[in-house]
T-cell receptor, first 114, second 112 residues
């Protein structure tokens, strides 16, 4: 089944403790992206990747890192999480960044930083 | 900034058609109109997209105004499973990789 998977689905952590949220897709997509969703602010893009080893900042990249060493994986790294990074995170992928390409979203990771 | 405006919420009765409007008065000639929806506790999912002509698929229809400044997503027979937030998104050539801007969307409630 074609899908985007994220792990973990739920995470409670403390300020400053490094964490990684994994994202994997099995559709051989070139384009991958991370979003965060907050009440009243909607979905905002954090980082995106056009292909392996090609990443770029979205609208809200501060406090996050990403890497794209393999086509299927696009982990989101929080080196020193802070409470304002408490949010619902979605990973997405599409064949490319083409204007007609469909984005497939993962199920989400709910992160709480205490 | 989101380039689209949608009503905050709408309500429909089950098995009746639903017309979800979207205004995009600053749309350019090469912008595609996409609709996604987000069911409760899930990630967004693709519904439909179009450029100029009306489009139909198994999920919905998309009616695009002749001047392209507005569009309407049509669910022909709403079911309880269609209760979701519906997002109208313009995808354009500017900021090529960063062109997915979600606004607040329309929260659709479907009454049994």
């Amino acid at each position: 089944e074609a899908q985007v998977t994220q792990n973990p689905r739920y995470l409670i952590t403390v300020t400053g403790k490094k964490l990684t949220v994994t994202c994997s897709q099995n559709m051989n997509h070139e384009y991958m992206s991370w979003y965060r969703q907050d009440p009243g602010l909607g979905l905002r893009q954090i980082y995106y990747s056009m292909n392996v080893e090609v990443t770029d900042k979205g609208d809200v990249p501060e406090g996050y890192k990403v890497s794209r060493k393999e086509k299927r994986n696009f982990p989101l790294i929080l080196e020193s999480p802070s409470p304002n990074q408490t949010s619902l995170y979605f990973c997405a992928s599409s064949f490319s960044a083409g204007l007609t390409d469909t984005q497939y979203f993962g199920p989400g990771t709910r992160l709480t930083v205490l | 900034d989101a380039k689209t405006t949608q009503p905050n919420s709408m309500e429909s009765n089950e098995e009746e058609p639903v017309h979800l409007p979207c205004n995009h008065s600053t749309i350019s000639g090469t912008d595609y109109i996409h609709w996604y929806r987000q069911l409760p506790s899930q990630g967004p999912e693709y519904v439909i997209h179009g450029l100029t002509s009306n489009v139909n698929n198994r999920m919905a229809s998309l009616a695009i105004a002749e001047d392209r400044k507005s569009s309407t997503l049509i669910l022909h027979r709403a079911t309880l499973r269609d209760a979701a937030v519906y997002y109208c998104i313009l995808r354009d050539r500017d900021n090529y990789g960063q062109n997915f801007v979600f606004g607040p969307g329309t929260r659709l409630s479907v009454l049994p």
